[in-house]
Protein backbone atom coordinates (compact mmCIF):
# COMPACT_ATOMS: atom_id res chain seq x y z
CA UNK A 1 0.00 0.00 0.00
CA UNK A 2 2.65 2.46 0.95
CA UNK A 3 4.56 1.99 -2.55
CA UNK A 4 0.92 2.74 -4.11
CA UNK A 5 1.36 5.69 -2.46
CA UNK A 6 4.55 6.50 -3.01
CA UNK A 7 3.77 5.84 -6.95
CA UNK A 8 0.16 8.05 -6.85
CA UNK A 9 2.34 11.48 -4.84
CA UNK A 10 5.37 11.22 -7.01
CA UNK A 11 3.35 11.18 -10.73
CA UNK A 12 1.32 13.90 -9.37
CA UNK A 13 3.78 16.40 -7.37
CA UNK A 14 7.39 14.87 -8.20
CA UNK A 15 6.87 13.83 -11.69
CA UNK A 16 4.19 15.75 -12.73
CA UNK A 17 4.00 14.83 -17.07
CA UNK A 18 3.61 18.61 -17.68
CA UNK A 19 5.60 20.51 -15.39
CA UNK A 20 8.62 18.31 -14.51
CA UNK A 21 9.09 15.64 -17.63
CA UNK A 22 7.39 17.93 -20.12
CA UNK A 23 4.93 15.92 -21.95
CA UNK A 24 1.72 16.93 -23.44
CA UNK A 25 2.25 20.17 -23.76
CA UNK A 26 -0.34 21.00 -26.81
CA UNK A 27 -3.35 20.64 -24.84
CA UNK A 28 -1.57 21.71 -21.95
CA UNK A 29 -1.52 25.34 -23.86
CA UNK A 30 -4.34 25.07 -26.41
CA UNK A 31 -7.09 23.89 -23.67
CA UNK A 32 -6.31 26.09 -21.14
CA UNK A 33 -8.09 29.61 -21.79
CA UNK A 34 -11.00 28.31 -19.47
CA UNK A 35 -10.68 25.78 -16.62
CA UNK A 36 -14.52 24.44 -17.81
CA UNK A 37 -12.86 23.26 -21.04
CA UNK A 38 -9.93 22.56 -18.67
CA UNK A 39 -11.52 20.12 -16.67
CA UNK A 40 -13.25 18.74 -19.37
CA UNK A 41 -9.92 17.58 -20.80
CA UNK A 42 -8.60 16.74 -17.80
CA UNK A 43 -11.73 14.14 -17.47
CA UNK A 44 -10.85 12.86 -20.86
CA UNK A 45 -7.47 12.06 -19.97
CA UNK A 46 -7.58 10.34 -16.79
CA UNK A 47 -9.85 8.16 -18.39
CA UNK A 48 -7.93 7.55 -21.37
CA UNK A 49 -4.72 7.32 -19.29
CA UNK A 50 -5.59 5.08 -16.48
CA UNK A 51 -7.36 2.70 -19.02
CA UNK A 52 -4.29 2.85 -21.49
CA UNK A 53 -2.00 1.61 -18.45
CA UNK A 54 -4.53 -1.42 -17.57
CA UNK A 55 -5.06 -2.27 -21.69
CA UNK A 56 -1.30 -1.90 -22.65
CA UNK A 57 -0.33 -3.90 -19.28
CA UNK A 58 -2.63 -7.00 -20.44
CA UNK A 59 -1.52 -6.75 -24.04
CA UNK A 60 2.46 -6.77 -23.07
CA UNK A 61 2.17 -9.09 -20.57
CA UNK A 62 -0.61 -11.55 -22.72
CA UNK A 63 0.50 -11.43 -25.95
CA UNK A 64 3.45 -9.41 -26.74
CA UNK A 65 6.25 -10.75 -24.32
CA UNK A 66 4.66 -14.75 -24.71
CA UNK A 67 5.19 -14.46 -28.64
CA UNK A 68 8.54 -12.69 -28.33
CA UNK A 69 7.22 -9.42 -29.93
CA UNK A 70 8.13 -6.76 -27.21
CA UNK A 71 10.06 -4.51 -30.13
CA UNK A 72 6.59 -4.08 -30.97
CA UNK A 73 5.14 -2.51 -28.02
CA UNK A 74 5.64 1.32 -28.65
CA UNK A 75 2.99 0.68 -32.37
CA UNK A 76 0.68 -1.23 -30.29
CA UNK A 77 0.32 1.23 -27.73
CA UNK A 78 0.08 3.83 -30.12
CA UNK A 79 -3.17 1.51 -31.60
CA UNK A 80 -4.37 0.85 -28.29
CA UNK A 81 -4.62 4.38 -26.89
CA UNK A 82 -5.67 5.31 -30.45
CA UNK A 83 -8.40 3.07 -29.90
CA UNK A 84 -9.41 4.18 -26.76
CA UNK A 85 -9.63 8.04 -27.66
CA UNK A 86 -12.08 7.15 -30.40
CA UNK A 87 -14.18 5.72 -27.63
CA UNK A 88 -13.70 9.22 -25.50
CA UNK A 89 -14.73 10.77 -28.60
CA UNK A 90 -18.18 9.25 -29.00
CA UNK A 91 -18.92 9.31 -25.53
CA UNK A 92 -18.49 13.03 -25.02
CA UNK A 93 -19.95 13.56 -28.09
CA UNK A 94 -23.03 11.76 -27.53
CA UNK A 95 -23.32 13.18 -23.91
CA UNK A 96 -21.88 16.90 -23.98
CA UNK A 97 -21.87 17.97 -27.47
CA UNK A 98 -20.95 21.90 -25.81
CA UNK A 99 -17.71 20.41 -24.24
CA UNK A 100 -17.18 18.17 -27.49
CA UNK A 101 -17.12 21.24 -29.85
CA UNK A 102 -14.96 23.24 -26.82
CA UNK A 103 -12.41 20.54 -27.37
CA UNK A 104 -12.61 20.68 -30.61
CA UNK A 105 -9.21 19.57 -32.44
CA UNK A 106 -7.72 18.76 -28.89
CA UNK A 107 -9.89 15.61 -28.13
CA UNK A 108 -8.38 13.81 -30.99
CA UNK A 109 -5.04 15.08 -30.19
CA UNK A 110 -5.01 12.61 -27.01
CA UNK A 111 -4.10 10.10 -29.21
CA UNK A 112 -0.78 11.91 -30.10
CA UNK A 113 -0.56 13.33 -26.62
CA UNK A 114 3.40 12.22 -25.67
CA UNK A 115 2.33 11.73 -21.61
CA UNK A 116 -0.52 9.07 -22.84
CA UNK A 117 2.06 7.16 -24.09
CA UNK A 118 4.85 8.01 -22.07
CA UNK A 119 2.78 7.07 -19.09
CA UNK A 120 2.55 3.52 -20.48
CA UNK A 121 6.39 3.04 -21.52
CA UNK A 122 6.97 4.37 -17.95
CA UNK A 123 5.09 1.41 -16.58
CA UNK A 124 7.47 -1.29 -19.06
CA UNK A 125 10.15 0.65 -18.07
CA UNK A 126 9.55 0.47 -13.90
CA UNK A 127 8.32 -3.09 -14.62
CA UNK A 128 5.36 -2.32 -12.99
CA UNK A 129 2.51 -4.94 -12.12
CA UNK A 130 -1.12 -4.45 -13.09
CA UNK A 131 -2.12 -2.22 -10.26
CA UNK A 132 0.84 -0.25 -10.03
CA UNK A 133 0.46 0.64 -13.66
CA UNK A 134 -3.57 1.59 -13.19
CA UNK A 135 -2.12 3.66 -10.22
CA UNK A 136 1.03 5.19 -11.98
CA UNK A 137 -1.59 5.89 -14.97
CA UNK A 138 -4.08 7.58 -12.79
CA UNK A 139 -1.53 9.45 -10.76
CA UNK A 140 0.17 10.57 -13.97
CA UNK A 141 -3.40 11.83 -15.44
CA UNK A 142 -4.28 13.30 -12.07
CA UNK A 143 -0.92 15.29 -12.64
CA UNK A 144 -1.86 16.56 -15.37
CA UNK A 145 -5.25 17.95 -14.60
CA UNK A 146 -3.95 19.40 -11.79
CA UNK A 147 -1.79 21.45 -13.88
CA UNK A 148 -3.96 22.13 -16.26
CA UNK A 149 -6.90 23.14 -14.08
CA UNK A 150 -3.80 25.31 -11.90
CA UNK A 151 -2.70 26.93 -15.84
CA UNK A 152 -6.64 27.89 -16.94
CA UNK A 153 -7.56 29.70 -13.41
CA UNK A 154 -4.36 31.31 -13.62
CA UNK A 155 -5.31 32.57 -17.48
CA UNK A 156 -8.90 33.57 -16.39
CA UNK A 157 -7.49 35.69 -13.89
CA UNK A 158 -4.93 37.08 -16.19
CA UNK A 159 -7.86 38.19 -18.93
CA UNK A 160 -8.38 40.99 -16.31
CA UNK A 161 -5.36 41.97 -15.71
CA UNK A 162 -3.20 44.35 -17.18
CA UNK A 163 -0.55 43.28 -19.37
CA UNK A 164 1.99 44.52 -21.38
CA UNK A 165 0.90 44.46 -24.90
CA UNK A 166 4.18 42.50 -26.19
CA UNK A 167 3.34 39.92 -23.34
CA UNK A 168 -0.47 39.04 -24.43
CA UNK A 169 -1.58 35.58 -25.22
CA UNK A 170 1.25 33.11 -26.04
CA UNK A 171 4.00 35.07 -24.46
CA UNK A 172 2.55 35.07 -21.25
CA UNK A 173 1.52 32.07 -21.06
CA UNK A 174 4.73 30.66 -21.64
CA UNK A 175 6.29 32.70 -19.05
CA UNK A 176 3.32 31.72 -16.54
CA UNK A 177 4.19 27.83 -17.47
CA UNK A 178 7.71 28.46 -16.41
CA UNK A 179 6.78 29.74 -13.16
CA UNK A 180 4.75 26.96 -12.30
CA UNK A 181 7.48 24.45 -13.36
CA UNK A 182 9.59 26.65 -11.26
CA UNK A 183 7.20 26.20 -8.45
CA UNK A 184 6.74 22.46 -8.73
CA UNK A 185 10.52 22.32 -8.15
CA UNK A 186 10.05 23.09 -4.43
CA UNK A 187 8.53 19.16 -4.66
CA UNK A 188 11.77 17.59 -5.67
CA UNK A 189 12.67 17.78 -2.16
CA UNK A 190 10.39 15.65 -0.85
CA UNK A 191 11.20 11.82 0.24
CA UNK A 192 8.12 10.06 -0.25
CA UNK A 193 9.78 6.62 0.26
CA UNK A 194 10.81 7.48 3.72
CA UNK A 195 6.82 9.49 3.91
CA UNK A 196 5.09 6.84 3.74
CA UNK A 197 7.89 3.62 5.20
CA UNK A 198 9.24 2.43 1.61
CA UNK A 199 12.58 1.48 2.10
Known sequence: MAKLLVIFFGGVLLNNF???RFLG????IGISQQVETAAGMS???IFVMGLASVVTWFFRHMILVPLGLEYLQTIAFILIIAALVQLVEMVIQKTSPTLYQALGIYLPLITTNCAVLGVTLLNVSENYNLLEAAVNGVAG???FALAILLFAAIRE???LSEIPEALKGFPIALITAGL???AFLG???FRLEALFGVM
Open 18 to 20: ILS
Open 43 to 45: VAV
Open 157 to 159: RME
Open 187 to 189: FAG
Open 141 to 143: ASG
Open 25 to 28: ICPF
Open 180 to 182: MSM
